[in-house]
Nanobody, 124 residues
Framework: QVQLVESGGGSVQAGGPLRLSCAASGASIREFFMAWLRQAPGKEREGVAVIVSSGSRIYVDSVRGRFTVSRDTAKDTLYLQMDSLKPEDTATYYC??????????????????WGQGTQVTVSS
């Protein structure tokens, strides 16, 4: 069993940065496949970024080159550095996990454990 808590969301102007954090408790993040997902108003939830077991990173096309996902296993924390934010990035951002560490998919249906979400609002 793992519990996830996101933080770092807020309101920024287009072009600015935000850094999101996801603190895990109850298990080491090394035992789970973890990802960032988001859901904009009126839209379905979509995967944003993951780190796979090899250390490689996978991003949805719309954020590639602007977002960077990383983790600190000593702190059991996952991060999402978001740069050059655009209004279309406005969404609730979620941290999610599943106990299959060799997964590679960003599909929301894969994940079993979810944080409560943190709101990101980008103004033009």
């Amino acid at each position: 069993q793992v519990q996830l808590v996101e933080s770092g969301g807020g309101s920024v102007q287009a072009g600015g940065p935000l850094r999101l954090s996801c603190a895990a408790s109850g298990a080491s993040i090394r035992e789970f496949f973890m990802a960032w997902l988001r859901q904009a108003p009126g839209k379905e939830r979509e995967g944003v970024a993951v780190i796979v077991s090899s250390g490689s990173r996978i991003y949805v096309d719309s954020v590639r080159g602007r977002f960077t996902v990383s983790r600190d296993t000593a702190k059991d924390t996952l991060y999402l550095q978001m740069d050059s934010l655009k209004p279309e990035d406005t969404a609730t951002y979620y941290c999610a996990a599943v106990d299959r560490p060799y997964e590679r998919s960003l599909l929301p249906a894969l994940f079993e454990y979810w944080g409560q979400g943190t709101q990101v609002t980008v103004s033009s």
